[in-house]
């Protein structure tokens, strides 16, 4: 057999890219989201959350669609999508902020197990205390040895538990259905505006961020393009493996209102999916839904560890990231890539025990993090379509439709980057200034120009963030 024959085998098929997106989108955050919505808004604020969230993820699948036939040489689309665009600093700070939202968001994965095993060890309490982050820490450890067996390996692992884990969501809309009260449904229509609270669009806003965290991971085929038997395949896996998780977030969200008064669901414990179930069949539901949530959480970071891994990889190789991140092993894994990410992550456990409110902190910094990459992605589509690049031999029609799906995206994602608020910008800004030494020693390396003045611009912006970051974190203003 060929060498090519081999490597041909080894290629990851719709079904297969379809199950990595699944599984990155479909993690921890979907057993949280009743009570992340209860606390924000009603009925008729998730209905409108999600028809946002839907069309402006929706055009974000679709981006990666369209820039995966138009860019057919570009693989690891968040990062050399960005950089092709806008530049080098630009194409860094997407790829750095892709990797920081990655290991935000698997050390609230082991936040959320831990507090969800904390009725068995009360020591672990609220996932920040000093035994559940050594019991991270061990977990966490032992997958980055799991996956230097090799990517392909933990890439099938994943499809496996990308099934599993569907199993308790189905039960919990199937007794959900069974236990839904009308009368229930719509006590909590309003959320409360029409009583004097927050505004419909107030409530709309404050579920934004917990909407783009759950979506986190509509990218995974673009990531793994390079693992793709045919590069179209990467389109179909996006946008199928999207459609079947809004229709699985917006069900588990909805329908619970239909189960309890919204200001119980708001008060609940997390995951609030399993209170919700023990409070309709008894204590085996909230177990059932826990068993659920460490097997969601395993494939969901693995996957999660997979892509932060695989985007420095990348930018290395392409001379972005200092030369030492751009190694593999005999097993294709990139190995230093992947115990900086471990490292990334462990560094962020030990952050929690100082944190108040770490879940929900980590969940909206990981959100808050990926904007960058998202938007710069969008304003590449919509660049290349009002300029009609890789659009020679198409009709005229094709290129309307996604400049349109282009600017419809990148609004989404400046909508998002505002609901966010102050807070999480800055502490952003805080994250990215430093990270900058990483893109000077690449720069270094390659005996390149450090800035273009674009670069130098983008630059000059992150400091400030940084330095108002700074002084917002000391004098109170800026809060974590």
Not at 86 to 103: D, E, I, R, T, V
Not at 210 to 216: G, S
Not at 340 to 366: E, K, N, P, R, W
Request: one cysteine or more; hydrophobic letters at 55%.
């Amino acid at each position: 057999m060929s060498a090519n024959t081999l490597e041909d085998a080894h290629k990851l098929s719709v079904p297969a890219l379809t199950a990595m997106v699944v599984g990155s989108m479909v993690g921890a955050g979907v057993f949280t989201l009743p009570q992340r919505f209860a606390s924000q808004t009603g009925v008729l604020g998730a209905v409108i959350a999600w028809a946002i969230a839907g069309a402006g993820m929706l055009m974000l699948a679709f981006v990666f669609q369209s820039l995966a036939v138009r860019k057919p040489t570009l693989d690891n689309g968040v990062y050399v999508y960005a950089k092709t665009g806008f530049g080098l600093y630009p194409g860094f700070l997407s790829a750095f902020g892709f990797w920081a939202s990655a290991c935000a968001g698997n050390t609230f994965y082991w936040v959320l197990i831990t507090s969800t095993l904390a009725p068995l060890v009360p020591a672990f309490g609220e996932g920040d205390t000093i035994w559940a982050v050594l019991v991270s820490s061990v977990f966490v450890w032992g997958f980055y040895f799991l996956i230097m067996r090799g990517v392909r390996e933990a890439a099938a692992i994943n499809t496996i538990v990308t099934f599993a884990k569907l199993i308790p969501l189905l039960l919990f809309v199937i007794v959900a259905v069974v236990a839904f009260d009308p009368d229930v449904f719509l006590g909590n229509l309003t959320g409360g505006y029409d009583a004097g609270g927050d505004s419909l669009f107030e409530q709309v806003r404050g579920t934004m961020l917990v909407t783009v965290f759950v979506f986190l991971g509509i990218e995974g085929a673009s990531v793994y393009s390079r693992f793709a038997k045919k590069r179209e395949d990467v389109g179909r896996a996006t946008v199928l493996g999207f459609l079947s998780v809004l229709a699985l977030f917006a069900t588990v969200s909805i329908i619970s209102y239909g189960v309890l008064p919204m200001e119980e669901i708001a008060n609940l414990r997390q995951p609030s999916v399993g209170s919700i179930l023990e409070a309709a069949v008894g204590s085996w539901g909230a177990w059932f839904i826990s068993a659920g949530l460490i097997v969601s959480v395993l494939g969901a970071f693995l996957a999660w560890s997979l892509m932060s891994a695989e985007v420095l990889f990348a930018a290395a190789k392409d001379g972005d990231m200092p030369r030492f991140l751009a190694k593999s092993t005999p097993k294709d894994v990139p190995g230093n890539a992947l115990l900086l990410s471990t490292l990334g992550i462990q560094v962020l456990l030990i952050v929690v025990l100082f944190a108040s409110g770490a879940l929900d902190f980590m969940l909206d910094l990981t959100a808050s993090l990926s904007l960058i990459p998202f938007l710069l992605a969008a304003g590449y589509a919509l660049k290349i379509a009002v300029t009609s690049d890789g659009y020679a031999s198409v009709p005229a029609g094709v290129r309307t439709r996604e400049l349109v799906i282009g600017a419809i995206a990148v609004a989404y994602t400046l909508f998002l980057i505002f609901a966010a608020g102050t807070d999480l910008l800055l502490l952003s800004c805080v994250l990215l200034a430093p990270a900058t030494l990483l893109y000077v020693v690449a720069r270094r390396e390659q005996g390149s120009l450090l800035f273009t003045k674009p670069g130098a611009v983008t630059f000059a912006v992150v400091i400030v963030g940084a330095i108002a970051g700074v002084i917002g974190l000391v004098t109170g203003f800026v809060s974590i």
